[in-house]
Each structure stands twice: as C-alpha cells, then as structure tokens.
Nanobody, 114 residues
Framework: QVQLVESGGGLVQPGGSLRLSCVASGFTFSRYVMRWYRQAPGKERERVAMVTADGGYTNYADSVQGRFTISRDNAKKTMYLQMNSLKPEDTAVYYC???????WGQGTQVTVAS
C-alpha cells in the first residue's frame, strides 16, 4: 500500500537549519510530482514547495522562497526539504504528498524557538 514517511523534524533556534526527508513506497515514486505541506496550530494546511517528477523544476511558497530547497532522489524514492534561516513562523507539522494520491504520512514536527 502507499506509504509516505516523513522524518528529520525537531527543535531548532531561529536562524538554524533542518533537513526533512520523505520516504515513499507502494507507488511509482519517479512518476509523481511531489509536494511538501505544513500545518501550524490553528491554521489550515498550506503548500510549501513542489518538485516535478524528474526533479527539473521546483516551486516555493513566497514565505520560504530563498530559504528552503526541495529535492528528490528517485533511486532512493526519497524527497527532501532543506530548511535554512528558520523562523518561529516556520513552526508546524510538515507533510509530504504525491500530487494525485490521497495519502498522507504522519508528518514531522518542526519547532523554531529560542
């Protein structure tokens, strides 16, 4: 069955960095556009970044542009989100998703606080 497993979250100080991973299984990962989302307490889930199936094109929310980098390794069926210059407003649970599939992982908590 389809599985998406996010990891790499944690507690980091403002200005710090984290690298999130999303390991996929149960579907042909290399054929799907992938996206990172996040959901902060009391807020709706929002799009963070997107990468095409071959990794050749990426797109970011304005709030993370220039600070976050999305990438993927199709051989490892894994997507990444490198997050630099983190801000308190980046605090949220981060999820990955394959566009077109209605499956979600458990998410990984990112907390940015001093």
């Amino acid at each position: 069955q389809v599985q998406l497993v996010e990891s790499g979250g944690g507690l980091v100080q403002p200005g710090g960095s984290l690298r999130l991973s999303c390991v996929a299984s149960g579907f042909t990962f290399s054929r799907y556009v992938m996206r990172w989302y996040r959901q902060a307490p009391g807020k709706e889930r929002e799009r963070v970044a997107m990468v095409t199936a071959d990794g050749g094109y990426t797109n970011y929310a304005d709030s993370v542009q220039g600070r976050f980098t999305i990438s993927r390794d199709n051989a490892k069926k894994t997507m990444y989100l490198q997050m630099n210059s983190l801000k308190p407003e980046d605090t949220a649970v981060y999820y990955c998703n394959a566009i077109g599939l209605t499956y979600w992982g458990q998410g990984t908590q990112v907390t940015v606080a001093s």
